[in-house]
């Protein structure tokens, strides 16, 4: 199958997509609306197939029919076309599968038969346990060829040992070339605008470095719990289920030096660079830089919500935190003495992911000594809930009696106002796409992941070193107070404090 070039040629989607786990929570509340979008879109191929595959015991029908009411759930009204629906429809199949056995997996072996022509995508939206068994299973009875994908999602281990023992594992079957590790942060718009943002303007390009930026912020806070997960988010914590990938990958994107072009390795080479720079923690950093924590009871949108400790099934003595803020830096010429502060946590004020570029002021200042706290320019990226840009610059304020007294405002892109005919689509709408096309770009090569490891995890062996209970901290509350203490120690704030 052709790849698409730089030059934008389209790609081939004729593919077929064994989609393992199509009965599960992802499968169902994105992936196939996703593929339902697509579409919609008029960007899948008239002959790609969708095979579902998974433990439940149902026939075609009843499997059609869940997807069918998944779709009237997840999908927008006004966006569910009932003549679209069926034609979407009318590409699924369904096969009941023990993934641990190697016997059944002949049916799949059988249906690629009629599809040998085009390339078969596997979606592993199963627990990573899981990975090496099934890509074995599916090389032993013939299903695949030089031409096939493999899709896997994370967590892609725990540490960096099992990290390298799944990847070992999938590796022994798929070529890295073949293999597509989803991060869903990479397939949101305005992370795409990032590399547009820095790479195809110059007022941006020429500014982005430690001449110019004073500190980098990014937060990623989520309003929700556990939400019954508490077997697996215990033992992970909120370092390894959104440090470790989602906010690194962000930390990548903002620090890393403009590549040599767009191929997915020219990206991810220069990714992997910031990885291999990103300052570890000594043991005197931990108790000023890092702050862990755990929520307790509070209150979110007005109602009553429990403790982590307080959640069902919970662990009464555990140490998991489920906040956690830290200070670091990438030790380059690009970013020497930059502070790069992180945060993210669950069950705070509201959802949010976002990105602060805090620009140096003036290194004169001429107006009122009162407002020189306002004297210094920010860029402002939205990742959600609504996607979007805005630098904030200073500006006169209007009134005869006002003087030169200055004020904040922002030069604003909010994408839904900015295209309000164009639908934004969900990061799995464009990832999905990307693997049909068979482009890497967006996805994650395993030695990011492994570097991203080994920072994170000594990070973990030195505060099991210290042993130290996580602070406490109000549910609705954006975490523990030294978290504030962490960046006004450097006479900074968190962005909403401003």
Not at 315 to 332: C, D, I, L, Q, R
Not at 342 to 358: A, C, V
Request: charged residues 25%; hydrophobic residues 40%.
């Amino acid at each position: 199958m052709s790849q698409t070039s730089r030059s934008g040629q389209a790609a081939s989607t004729e593919i077929d997509l064994a989609l393992f786990g199509a009965l599960g929570d992802l499968a169902q509340r994105k992936l196939f609306p996703a593929l339902y979008q697509l579409e919609r879109e008029g960007l899948l191929d008239a002959r790609t197939r969708l095979l579902g595959l998974a433990r439940q015991d149902t026939d075609l029908e009843g499997f059609k029919a869940k997807v069918e009411a998944t779709l009237t759930t997840y999908v927008k009204a006004e966006e569910l076309d009932r003549s679209v629906l069926a034609s979407f429809l009318a590409r699924l199949d369904y096969r009941r599968l023990d993934f641990a056995s190697e016997e059944g997996y002949a049916a799949i072996h059988t249906w690629r038969q009629e599809g040998l022509e085009r390339p078969m995508v596997v979606y592993l939206a199963v627990g990573a346990s899981l990975y090496g068994d099934i890509c074995a299973h599916l090389q032993a009875s013939g299903s695949l060829d030089a031409s096939s994908r493999v899709v896997v999602e994370k967590p892609i281990g725990y540490d960096l040992p099992s990290s390298c023992r799944v990847n070992d594992a999938i590796g022994a079957v798929f070529p890295e070339s073949s293999i597509y590790r989803i991060d869903h942060y990479l397939g949101k718009e305005t992370v795409q605008n990032l590399i547009a943002l820095r790479f195809a303007n110059p007022l941006f390009g020429t500014q982005w470095n430690q001449n110019n930026i004073s500190h980098v912020e990014i937060t990623v806070a989520e309003k929700v719990g556990i939400e019954g997960r508490w077997g697996y988010f215990d033992q992970a914590g909120q370092l390894r289920d959104m440090v470790q990938n989602h906010l690194l990958q962000l930390v990548c994107l903002i620090a890393m030096d403009p590549p040599a072009n767009l191929d997915a390795d020219a990206i991810r080479d220069e990714k992997v660079k910031v990885l291999k720079a990103l300052k570890p923690f000594t043991d005197n950093m931990l108790g000023r830089d890092v702050v862990r924590g755990q929520y307790t009871a509070g209150t979110i949108d007005g109602k009553s919500v429990p403790g982590y400790l307080d959640e069902e099934d919970a662990n009464t003595e555990s140490h998991t935190e489920t906040f956690v803020a830290m200070k670091t830096g990438v030790a380059n010429w690009r970013w020497a003495g930059v502070p790069f502060y992180l945060r993210t946590g669950k069950r705070m004020p509201e959802k949010l992911s976002q990105i602060i570029i805090h620009f140096r002021q003036q290194p004169h200042y001429i107006f009122d000594p009162d407002q020189r706290d306002l004297a210094a320019n920010k860029l402002v990226i939205r990742l959600q809930p609504e996607e979007g840009m805005a630098l904030e610059v200073l500006t006169k304020d209007s009134g005869l009696d006002k003087g030169m007294r200055l004020r904040r405002g922002p030069l604003h892109l909010d994408f839904s106002s900015a295209f309000p005919k164009t639908r934004i689509p969900d990061a799995y709408e464009r990832l999905l796409l990307e693997v049909m096309k068979g482009r890497q770009y967006l996805f994650v090569r395993r030695d990011e992941i492994e570097h991203a490891w080994h920072w994170c995890d000594s990070l973990i062996a030195a505060w099991q070193d210290r042993d130290e209970a996580p602070r406490r901290y109000p549910a609705g509350s954006w975490g523990p107070v030294a978290s504030i203490a962490m960046i006004t120690q450097d006479g900074r704030s968190w962005y909403e404090d401003y």
